[in-house]
């Protein structure tokens, strides 16, 4: 088994140096051979864990960047000139990965706290609220899920909203009522309407705890 994968390490760096080599060549446009220092800069790249499309890119990056400012049309004379275009490409590289990782582990987060808020409302709910339940199952059932869709959260979260008006106490709609109409004097009634229900929820959520669906609110 050792000898397996130290054949196949070797494999790997050989195409390694193999499509380097290659693309330097069909860009330079003509027949050449790798010196001793072109080589080395190949095999410090392999060393610092470049990956090998990472590499290719900066290459063309190089090119590009001496094309523009080449004398004469010459031709770039060695590889070692697209070493800083390399360069650059991993640190671009990098700082992407880290980038979605930190974004992954951020949405990994959002989801915890959902979950946790969903299983917090099903245990302890109130009695007036258990119109919810059904709701609320169902949204746990989804972020049990190893992959989480959030559009089916965004919909749970529309689908609690309605049946949360929907249902709501007479004594709390005026109550709400109430105050949107001290608040918000002179107000057209459609417009007044919509801050009403705005209101009627977040009271309800409020007083109630009931939790969000969707990742926006966590």
């Known amino acids: 088994m050792p000898r397996k994968k130290g054949m196949e390490r070797q ?11 290659r693309a330097f060549f069909d860009l330079r446009g003509a027949p050449f ?13 392999e060393e610092m864990g470049i990956p090998l499309r990472v590499v290719l890119e900066g290459i063309h990056r190089g090119f590009e960047s001496y ?11 060695s590889l ?3 070493d800083a275009e390399v360069l650059k490409a991993f640190a671009e590289f990098r700082e992407r990965r880290i980038g979605r990782r930190h974004k992954e ?15 917090r409302f099903l245990q302890f709910h109130s ?3 258990s119109h919810l339940e059904d709701i609320y199952r169902e949204a746990l059932k989804i972020l049990s899920r190893e992959a989480v869709r959030e559009e089916d959260l965004d919909r749970l979260e529309n689908k609690a909203e309605e049946l949360i008006l929907r249902q709501a106490q007479e004594t709390e709609k005026t109550e709400v009522k109430n105050r949107v109409k001290a608040d ?12 009403y229900k ?9 007083k109630y705890r009931i939790p969000h669906l969707s990742f926006f609110y966590y």
């Open 80 to 82: 070692s000139y697209c």
């Open 33 to 45: 051979v790798l010196s001793s220092k072109e080589m080395m800069t190949i095999s410090g790249w």
């Open 67 to 77: 094309r523009k400012r080449r004398a004469g049309g010459r031709k770039m004379p």
């Open 11 to 21: 494999a790997q760096r050989s195409r390694y140096f193999q499509e380097i080599a």
């Open 127 to 129: 009695p007036e609220v």
């Open 198 to 206: 705005t209101r009627l929820v977040k009271f309800l959520r409020e």
């Open 184 to 195: 918000f004097k002179g107000r057209r009634d459609s417009e007044a309407q919509e801050i």
């Open 105 to 119: 582990v951020f949405r990994k987060e959002k989801k915890k706290q959902a979950k946790l808020e969903v299983e």
